[in-house]
């Protein structure tokens, strides 16, 4: 199939699923989903956590070993600095050093 | 418009930029590898926005997939940003004519920045939500320029780079944590999404995840109303 038509294929479909829950919501927000719209934002971070680390194998060398030490800095850092650039680079940085040089 | 709408949006993309410019590159190399050039790379970046279905793209595009299988394969990847819309529905309520554009933008790490509701003080919140939105698909077209256009001759090592993203997931958590007095919706989270990876395994348990986090706060939502 043409390139062109599988990009807007693609497009169009993305677009169609983000516009969906705005569009069925549209007059009135129910209750419920006001409630879901409180709630989710921290249940759907900690999903996306947890698939950003889902190609991790525990049991097979690394062991997941420099995710674990990267991601513990970025909370620590954050925590402590409560600035998300500074944990972001730190974290990053330390991860970089770890796969290259020491696992 | 207002200069310090303008500031404080730049300055809460900024943990995206790093990511997107890295992620873009990574997609913009994909594409040169496949045989597209820049042009192409650009307009899915302009027109898709969206991260892991680029790079799943440049396959359906390389291999000459259907019509049919990229539209299913663009819903399967897609999915879950309808979650990302549902709880977003209030907070975007009253964007007017931005609304539009904001939607379309709505991405993971958008997404991420946004969904706490807030904005900071002395802004113009409408502007401050759209000017975050364009200032992280600005790094995501070009990164994906930058990527296709000299990729192949960037000279050091950059394996590790895209923990980035990861690690801007991670710091949210933290600060909403932090933040937040309630943490059930944080656990119900992790909770039901290594429960799904366990059982369905890492290609496809992100749908049930967000089915089981739903359903089970939902159900938490009907016993805080009959105990209350």
Known sequence: ?103 | MNIQTIKQAFYKSIPVLAGYVVLGIGFGILMRNAGYGVLWAASMSVFIYAGSMQYVGVGLLAGGASVLTTAITTIMVNARHLFYSISMVDTYKNAGKYKPYMIFALTDETYSLLCDGNVPAGVEPKLYRVLVSLFNHCYWIIGSIIGNLVGAVLSFSTAGIEFSMTALFVASFTEQWITTKDHVPAITGLISTLLCLVVFGRENFLIPAMLLITLVLTFLRRRKEDTV
């Open chain 1, 1 to 103: 199939m043409k390139s062109y038509i599988l990009i807007a294929v693609m497009s169009i479909v993305t677009i169609l699923i983000r516009f969906l829950p705005f569009l069925v919501f549209r007059k009135q927000t129910p209750k419920y989903v006001s409630y879901l719209g409180r709630v989710l934002p921290p249940a759907i971070i900690g999903m996306l956590v947890i698939y950003c680390l889902k190609d991790i194998t525990i049991s097979v060398q690394p062991f997941g070993i420099p995710e674990l030490i990267a991601a513990s800095c970025v909370v620590g850092v954050q925590a402590w600095k409560r600035n998300s650039l500074i944990s972001i680079l730190t974290g990053t940085v330390i991860y970089m050093v770890l796969v290259q040089l020491v696992f």
